[in-house]
Structures are given as C-alpha cells and as structure tokens.
C-alpha cells in the first residue's frame, strides 16, 4: 500500500502545477482523497479533497477558484491542479487517503504520501 504525490518544483508567482497522487497496492477509486500542505513553521493544513467514486470536492476559501482536484481512475491518480500560484502557496504538499470519511481534518486520513515541495517565487 503506497501513495507518491510528484509534482512540485519552483515557479514564479501566477504560474501553475499540477500535483499527482499515484496510489499502488490498492485502488484509489474506493478512497476519498485530499491535499494538505505545510509551510515552515506551520501547522499542516487542509488545501481540498474529493470523496470516493461519487466526486464530490470541497475546497478552503483559500484554494476556491484557483486549485481543482480531479481523478483519473485508469491510472490510479489523484491529482491537484494549482493556478494563479502566490508566494503564500509555498510549502510541502501532502496527498492523503481515506478509506470512510473525507474532508480536511488529518485525522481522517489513514495513508499519507510523502510529500512534495512547492516554492512560489515573487
């Protein structure tokens, strides 16, 4: 059972990327899964998640209109597509899963990616 998020790396301010969540050893479909970050010095903090099969998102204010989660079943991905980046968006990025509950709190979570760096340059 194994998640890997890729994807971060260094872009400037307004820019965009696309964060992916591979899931091996199981099947993503039957987790709700969600994106947390943390900023050096900070608390972990929930970004957005998706529940399972169904789809349904919910995002912080923060993220709203900017960052989108999507799935691709096919290749057991999850994914966090982040536009109109800000300086405030730098921080490790966390793709988690959840095999009964979902939404932004880490307790729901029982799989835990390793995490990958954004860093958002003004």
């Known amino acids: 059972f194994q998640l890997q998020a890729s994807g971060g790396g260094l872009v400037q301010s307004g820019g965009s990327l696309r964060l992916s969540c591979v ?26 998640c998706v529940s399972r099969s169904a789809g349904d998102t919910y995002y912080t204010d923060s993220a709203m209109g900017r960052f989108t989660i999507s799935r691709d079943a096919a290749k057991n991905t999850a994914y966090l597509q982040m536009n ?30 390793q995490g990958t760096q954004v860093t958002v340059s003004s």
């Open 23 to 48: 899931g091996s050893g199981f099947n993503l479909d039957y987790y709700a899964v969600a994106w947390f970050r943390q900023a050096p010095g900070k608390e972990r903090e929930g970004v957005g």
């Open 84 to 113: 109109s980046l800000r300086s405030e968006d730098t921080a490790i990025y966390y793709c988690a899963v959840s095999k009964m509950g979902w939404g932004l709190s880490t307790h729901h979570y029982d799989y835990w990616g």
